[in-house]
Nanobody, 128 residues
Framework: QVQLVESGGGLVQAGGSLRLSCVVS?????????MGWFRQAPGKEREFVASINWNGAMPKYTDSVKGRFAISRDNAKKTVYLQMNSLKPEDTALYYCASGARAYQWDPPTSPSQYNYWGQGTQVTVSS
């Protein structure tokens, strides 16, 4: 059984930074799957934040976080990270990591439907 556990969320002032981590256990080989970060604010739909392919290349970001967030992965530790800098109140949300449904996808997907395993989420709150 695949399990994803996020950590690193918290309360931070606008302009601050946080680093989210997601550790994956069980299932197939972590190093062959795309990993993604999504977020959901109260009353809103879950939205794509960032994704990275199995090889650690082709990072993708939603426009609102480009230049502020960076996704990376350590396949030896079966962990994916999201470094978040210059945080804004509108970044407040529950952040989820997810594992892609297909192995060796060179172009990491941005749609939640292309991910089949999800963590429980970690809360990020940015105060103004």
């Amino acid at each position: 059984q695949v399990q994803l556990v996020e950590s690193g969320g918290g309360l931070v002032q606008a302009g601050g930074s946080l680093r989210l981590s997601c550790v994956v256990s069980g299932g197939g080989t972590f190093s062959t799957y795309t990993m993604g970060w999504f977020r959901q604010a109260p009353g809103k739909e879950r939205e794509f934040v960032a994704s990275i392919n199995w090889n650690g290349a082709m990072p993708k970001y939603t426009d609102s976080v480009k230049g502020r967030f960076a996704i990376s992965r350590d396949n030896a530790k079966k962990t994916v990270y999201l470094q978040m800098n210059s945080l804004k109140p509108e970044d407040t949300a529950l952040y989820y990591c997810a594992s892609g449904a297909r192995a060796y996808q060179w172009d990491p997907p941005t749609s939640p439907s292309q991910y089949n395993y999800w963590g429980q989420g970690t809360q990020v709150t940015v105060s103004s």
